[in-house]
């Protein structure tokens, strides 16, 4: 119930937003358009007071709308578009914010302007910036008459509501330049127009529910040729124009496709590409760009919607691995309610990757985990995962999450018997530190060929392991390496056949003699009768340097 509000709360916010589009994105005066811009925003965030500036022809940042209680002399100022907040909004064309403008030291400011913050009572301030075809051409401001943070969750919605007001401004721009030939507002009215539609109906898409791949095929019919949705990690092949997207705002067009990158604020989501025969028109180029703003929005509230599922999904993991052995009523009650049957969960697995975070594999674990009819979260800070299975499955998460990842992941499996899921996590994540200790960093396996050493090794100590091999070994290693011999193999087979000679000689096409000789040699080097004495450190070091050994 304590993730329900927050994700309520967001997909009001984003109902709110999606409802005020068609308003904002109608054709009108240029004023009009400004002050309805600044009117939704207000509304939408709930600040003291909102306003817009825009530069103008001589350089200067000046108010054009506002809503909220604040002064005509506030109104009426303009400042150089280089210095306060609105400064580093216009030069980074990225979202700023002050707690408190008067004394923050981050910005330039300006003496006349900083009088007016004071008269006007002005402390926080955030700033998103207007951008238009690439170009930052004004801002706008969310305030505040008391210290305090700006939360990204209002700064990525101010940002995206930018993202649709200069889409706003840009239509009235054309619009009012289009009256002045009769001609070009024809052509441009009727591009505008089918432009209009196509964003009126992406937005009925999504009110109505829709998917990303929804407003990809809407996309597709509307414009023509075929429209892909690619995610974060791309297509390999389409990896430069993903970047060149990024880099310039603008839809990057190469050998008949056309690539818009969707991204909220800094964040990159994923891209469109638009594949058709022929030159694209430009005003579909700016439909496809803008359509990325929506899919942004859309990922968002799909991501927000997801995260909330997985954190309860983590929540009941933790609670069954605290838990165990045994699992409560609620407990299973609960794990119907999104499908599972607590009671085939069987296999716990840990996952660890030296190139991702335990936080972020364990959002890859869910992914799987719902194929599975499972629970994944991050446990004592492993990436955990608890599903029905066999070593077969073990074998399909690895190589689905190295797939995934592009990059090594150590996957190491335990089988949970009557509820114990804390056993099985606790020997699963021992033997995950004995094999990142062997150097093995990219298997999938089960405990049950490492579950010794996992015991004879703390985890928490792995380091020593190779002391210990240097102190059991090290001679021989050295005498092998030196000299080309190879004493290490051959007692590790004088130990695989039980000590027995002749049988050792046939396992290394080797004369009896010539084994002997080994023997001897080997006990020459270590100074020591190891066959008279107590063995076992040196079995396991040799068990140990044959593990490392293997090709993961």
Known sequence: MTDEAPLARRQRELASLYATVKSLTALGGLDEVLQSIVHHAHDLIGTDFTYLSLVGADGRLSARASDGTISAEFLAAAIP???????KVLASRSPHWVRDYASSTLIQHDPDFDRLVGTEDLVALL????????????????????ERSFHAEEIALLNAFADHAAVALDNARLYEASR?????????????????AIHEALTGVVLAGGSPDDVAQLLADQLGGSVTLLD???????????????RSGRCAVAAGLSVAAIQAGDSYLGALVWRRDGVPDDTDLRTLERATHILGLLILKERAVAEAGERVSGELLTE??????????AQRTRARARGIDADRLDLVVVADSPAVAPT??????HDIARDHCGLAGEHLGRATMLLPGDEETVSEVHSRLRRTLGAPVLVV?????GHDWSRAFSLAARCSAVLRALGHTDTGTTTR??????????????????????????????????????LVETLGAYYDNRANVAATARALHVHVNTLLKRLDRAGSVLGFDWRQGNDLELQLGLRLHRLRATVT
């Open 449 to 486: 060929q490492y579950a010794l050493y996992a015991m004879v090794f703390d985890a928490e100590r792995a380091g020593e392991l190779d002391r210990f091999l240097a102190g059991s070994l090290g001679a021989l290693l050295e005498y092998d390496r030196q000299r080309g011999t190879e």
């Open 413 to 417: 499996a335990e089988r949970a018997t």
């Open 320 to 329: 069954l691995l605290v838990g165990s052995p045994g699992i409560s009523p």
């Open 180 to 196: 002045t030939a009769l001609q070009e507002l024809q052509s441009a009215y009727r591009k505008i127009e089918r432009a209009q």
């Open 360 to 365: 972020d594999l364990a959002r890859h674990l």
């Open 81 to 87: 578009a280089t210095v306060g907040l609105g400064g």
């Open 232 to 246: 974060r990690a791309g297509e390999i092949e389409l990896a430069d124009a993903v970047e060149n997207a990024r």
């Open 127 to 146: 700033g998103v910036p207007l951008v238009i075809r690439g170009e930052a051409v004004g801002a706008l401001f969310a305030a505040y008459r008391s």
